[in-house]
């Protein structure tokens, strides 16, 4: 299939949006953004773009933004592991996906890439990897975030089977540039490249650059099987040798002392006081804590298989991120996540 025509694409001013936005505009394709009126845009300067300002929690906004337009990557997410109100996660994913589905069903979109995540993949009954057939319902995953993408999946899922022309893809856990926020991931590789963990839990995660994520999206609008679900990911790595990794390219000393989980859920909760307080987001989340129970280790030879990628190996990803924040003043910060460079929230 050869993409021509304009792309809208959703939460292009968080992390995966603005990749899959690069990945476009790198081809040459018309693109179009819809972002709210405070969305930062730092980060895409030098990208051909046409913005269109709204708010996809209003169906008249989503409805403005896909008139014209032939494709849509719909990667807006509100992804956040702690909100005072966590019923606020799961409205907004859940509404955002449902408008968006539904104006691009009226306005006759050809064809559509929706970003789930893995966590859809994985939760409490799950033995073994992840793969495509691993669904789980809302009540089997941990936290607002991963209940949210449960949802909202099933609406773009029967969505599907009543005919919309839609691809879902399951990126697993991306990690690289322009990080803005950035990303719970992300304020690990912030916190670990500033020396400022003291330790780690017994974990795992499955690691991918971020423009290999963004070109997964780019196959699955081309290649992908309409109605079907791919896993974009990378390799599967313990959270241990993931900060050894990041030490090495920060240069700093790694962590050795591992903790057991149920040790750090004190400190979680009194983080989570403090937040309820000031309002800012803590590093230690009670639901992080509890989804590092499940390794997060996932296959991805579907899209290998079907879609034709395969993904470069993590460490370079950690290089990028490392390089990127650390010429961005993360690294080294006392707040990580409240540095002026990153103020303003955006959704990634």
Same mark, same amino acid.
């Given at each position: ?12 001013? @968080? ?17 179009? !953004? ?17 913005? !269109? ?11 403005? !933004? ?9 990667? *807006? ?83 599907? *089977? ?41 974990? @795992? ?44 390219? *920060? ?40 989804? !590092? ?7 991805? %030879? ?18 990028? %991120? ?6 961005? @003043? ?6 990580? %996540? ?11």
């Amino acid at each position: 299939m050869d993409i021509s025509g304009k792309i809208l694409v959703t939460g292009v001013s @968080g992390f995966v949006g603005s990749a899959i936005a690069r990945a476009l505009c790198k081809r040459g394709h018309q693109v179009r !953004a819809l972002v709210r009126p405070s969305s930062r845009r730092s980060h895409l300067e030098g990208l051909r773009i046409e913005y !269109a300002v709204g708010d996809l929690r209003e169906m008249p906004s989503a409805e403005r !933004a896909v008139q014209g337009v032939r494709y849509l990557f719909h990667a *807006a997410a509100d992804y956040r592991l702690w909100a005072r109100d966590p019923r606020q996660i799961v409205e907004n994913n859940v509404q955002t996906t449902r408008n968006v589905m539904a104006a691009a069903r009226r306005a006759g979109v050809e064809r559509i890439v929706y970003t789930s995540s893995i966590a859809t993949l994985i939760g409490k009954k799950l033995e073994g990897l992840a793969d495509e057939t691993t669904a789980q319902g809302p009540d089997d995953v941990v936290g607002a975030y991963k209940r949210s993408k449960v949802m909202a999946e099933r609406i773009v899922e029967q969505m599907a *089977a009543e005919g919309l022309p839609v691809v879902i893809v399951n990126p697993t856990t991306p990690i690289g540039p322009c990080d803005v926020r950035p990303t719970p991931t992300g304020r690990i590789i912030v916190e670990a490249a500033s020396g400022r963990m003291p330790g780690y839990v017994d974990t @795992g995660l499955n690691l991918v650059h971020v423009d290999d994520v963004a070109e997964g999206h780019v196959a699955a609008m081309e290649r992908g099987r309409t109605g079907e679900r791919y896993i974009l990911g990378g390799q599967n790595v313990f959270l241990s040798e993931f900060l050894r990794v990041i030490a090495r390219c *920060a240069g700093v000393p790694a962590p050795r002392l591992r903790i057991p989980r149920l040790a750090v859920f004190p400190v979680a909760y009194a983080a989570e006081a403090a937040a309820r307080l000031t309002g800012r987001e803590p590093f230690a989340t009670v639901d992080g804590l509890r989804m !590092a129970k499940y390794k997060m280790f996932a296959t991805t %030879a579907k899209a290998e298989r079907e879609l034709g990628i395969v993904a470069r190996h993590y460490s370079e990803a950690v290089e990028d %991120a490392v390089r990127w924040f650390g010429e961005h @003043g993360y690294i080294g910060a006392r707040h990580a %996540a409240l540095a002026p460079s990153r103020a303003v929230k955006v959704q990634p």
